[in-house]
């Protein structure tokens, strides 16, 4: 089917001098196109370029918020974010997982911090209840003792989010890693014992 065009307008779109888009308008009887019609146009098409810009962002933003899921699931970290002025807070499943919750278990602050041990809520405490966002990243290490007993040990990395009063986080399982030091450490120990009860024992046979 052929379509004879007796009528045409266009406007284009420029950013730096340089071109961004057309919008062409046709009709098939003879006609001349107001000032009004030609503006119209124009507005048109800058609204259709925008509605096309924030498309693009979208889905760029998407496909980014995806391949940190990914990272982030990879690693088994958690994420969180805790609103300073209104006591919220949001944790991720893996967060919540991690310090003992179930999905709808974890609204405020305090809910966070229930399963943390004793001997190291002072410091969580300290850090986050406060009235002024703070203007540094902080990083902490601190256990937590599981429903059944058990306990883990997280290691969390947080940072006040920008204009906000949102402080963000990320948190990881380090359980095996302070086992290890902590095994470490006593065999250290137990290794100076050994050793001054040996010093003290040459010293003895010697005097005698």
């Given at each position: 089917?052929?379509?004879?065009?007796?009528?045409?307008?266009?406007?284009?779109?420029?950013?730096?001098?340089?071109?961004?888009?057309?919008?062409?308008?046709?009709?098939?009887?003879?006609?001349?196109?107001?000032?009004?019609?030609?503006?119209?146009?124009?507005?048109?098409?800058?609204?259709?370029?925008?509605?096309?810009?924030?498309?693009?962002?979208?889905?760029?933003?998407?496909?980014?918020?995806?391949?940190?899921?990914?990272?982030?699931?990879?690693?088994?970290?958690?994420?969180?974010?805790?609103?300073?002025?209104?006591?919220?807070?949001?944790?991720?499943?893996?967060?919540?997982?991690?310090?003992?919750?179930?999905?709808?278990?974890?609204?405020?602050?305090?809910?966070?911090?229930?399963?943390?041990?004793?001997?190291?809520?002072?410091?969580?405490?300290?850090?986050?209840?406060?009235?002024?966002?703070?203007?540094?990243?902080?990083?902490?290490?601190?256990?937590?003792?599981?429903?059944?007993?058990?306990?883990?040990?997280?290691?969390?990395?947080?940072?006040?989010?920008?204009?906000?009063?949102?402080?963000?986080?990320?948190?990881?399982?380090?359980?095996e890693r302070k086992r290890k030091e902590i095994d470490l450490q006593n065999r250290y120990r137990e290794q100076g014992r050994?050793?001054?009860?040996?010093?003290?024992?040459?010293?003895?046979?010697?005097?005698?």
């Amino acid at each position: 089917m052929r379509t004879s065009i007796a009528a045409f307008t266009a406007v284009t779109l420029l950013r730096d001098a340089q071109w961004l888009a057309a919008l062409c308008v046709e009709q098939a009887t003879a006609r001349i196109w107001t000032r009004w019609e030609i503006e119209l146009t124009r507005i048109v098409a800058e609204q259709i370029w925008h509605a096309v810009e924030r498309a693009r962002a979208e889905a760029a933003l998407e496909a980014s918020e995806h391949k940190l899921r990914l990272g982030l699931m990879a690693a088994n970290l958690g994420t969180w974010r805790y609103d300073i002025s209104s006591g919220v807070f949001e944790g991720d499943d893996v967060t919540r997982r991690m310090h003992g919750f179930g999905p709808d278990q974890v609204e405020t602050l305090e809910d966070a911090v229930r399963h943390v041990h004793p001997d190291d809520l002072r410091d969580i405490q300290r850090a986050f209840v406060t009235t002024s966002t703070p203007t540094t990243s902080l990083r902490s290490e601190y256990r937590v003792v599981l429903p059944d007993g058990g306990t883990r040990w997280i290691s969390n990395l947080s940072m006040p989010q920008p204009a906000t009063t949102w402080i963000v986080g990320v948190v990881a399982d380090i359980t095996e890693r302070k086992r290890k030091e902590i095994d470490l450490q006593n065999r250290y120990r137990e290794q100076g014992r050994t050793l001054r009860l040996l010093l003290e024992n040459a010293a003895q046979g010697i005097l005698s």
